[in-house]
């Protein structure tokens, strides 16, 4: 594009989003030339340059967004917007306080991240433990005529294939009982990868079936989806209406997707970047298979991992492995791993709940500090 000799902008200018996202200003310590998507605010002589961020961090830029489409914020409107500007000195005592009160909640703001940072690290520790037996020993000693290998003699499919077992290598470590197996999903579950019905024919959309995207399948329950297909739809597609129970697992996506997993609380179709583990088929528990995707996450998300797109497909879902304990170990299981971790979900939502206090109060601090607020 070209070269430019000079900077455009200087040390402790205020950049503002002219395109996409508008409202996060960000203070800049050295000099730059900003990309014609943002606007560089210069404090000039009358301003502090700090006082000038914090009361742009301050000010809702959304309400000058007059696009359809792309948030969008003109030059005019932003010149336009009055701020109060007391005298220099007064700015200056303004900011020292704002850091000073800013320095004190990101201190247990980090205390907080730091907690749910925890939580996850407990999460996992929980899960692991179950999956090794620890939380049943008791239990498979008090019903010593509970049989993993008979529960599963009455479930194996017979001679499956497998195509892929690349993902072996990714496996997690665990220390099973003896008594319990480690098969494939393949070796007792059916697995279904669904289908898009076409979007050119209005016709197959806006219906009465519940219709799973790979976005929806983020470790919950799904009880509604948000689009559904018609009867044609699903007669003109390869997707199948899947039962309840079924375990979802997202098999493509850069992001956190692949790999996440869900259980369906309504019989619903899916789309063909998921794959329908039918687990309701069999006596197996549809949670303790859910809970062990989620224990096993990295490790499926790495199965995944090709060169070019990252994804995983049919066949290496069929190929992963699981540990397998009798159906009755498995309910137990489940009811181990979750009064553990119902615990865990209320801590947890009680730090979301300050943490979104916290941002508030953030703004309060502004707006108490800065005075007059947007309007001047």
Known sequence: MGFARNYLCEAGTT??????????????TERFWNVDTAFG?????????KYLYYFCVMFNFKELDKSTTIPSLAKRDLLNIKMPVPPLPEQQRIVANI????????????????????????????LKEAFEGKYTENWRVKNPS?????????????????????????????????????????DIFDVQVGATPSRRIPAYWSGDIHWVSSGEVRFNTIFQTGERITEEGLKHSSTNIQPIGT??????????TRGQAAILAVPAAHNQNTAAILVPK?????????YFLQMNYENTRRVGSGNNQKALNKERVRALRIPFTSFAEQREIVEEIESRLSVCDSIEQTV??????AD???????????????NG
Request: glycine letters at 6%; one cysteine or more; charged letters at 25%.
């Open 146 to 186: 509970s049989s993993p290998q008979y529960d599963f003699e009455t479930v194996k499919i017979n001679h499956p294939v497998y195509k892929d077992t690349s993902g072996d290598e990714n496996e997690m470590a665990l220390n099973l009982p003896k008594s319990w197996l480690k098969i494939r999903f393949g």
């Open 99 to 126: 850091e000073e009160l800013f320095s004190e909640l990101d201190k247990a703001v980090n205390i907080l991240r730091t907690t749910k940072q925890q939580l996850a690290v407990y999460r996992q520790a929980v």
């Open 247 to 256: 375990v979802m697992l997202a098999m493509i996506g850069e992001g956190k």
């Open 15 to 28: 950049i503002i989003g002219r395109k996409g996202t508008i409202n996060n200003p960000i203070f800049v």
């Open 360 to 374: 508030a109060l953030r703004q309060s601090i502004l707006k108490k500090l800065l005075k007059g607020g947007s």
């Open 352 to 357: 979301d709940t300050a943490l979104q206090q």
């Open 41 to 49: 605010l210069a404090p000039g002589d009358m301003l502090h340059p």
């Open 282 to 290: 069999t006596p197996c528990n549809s949670k303790y298979i859910y």
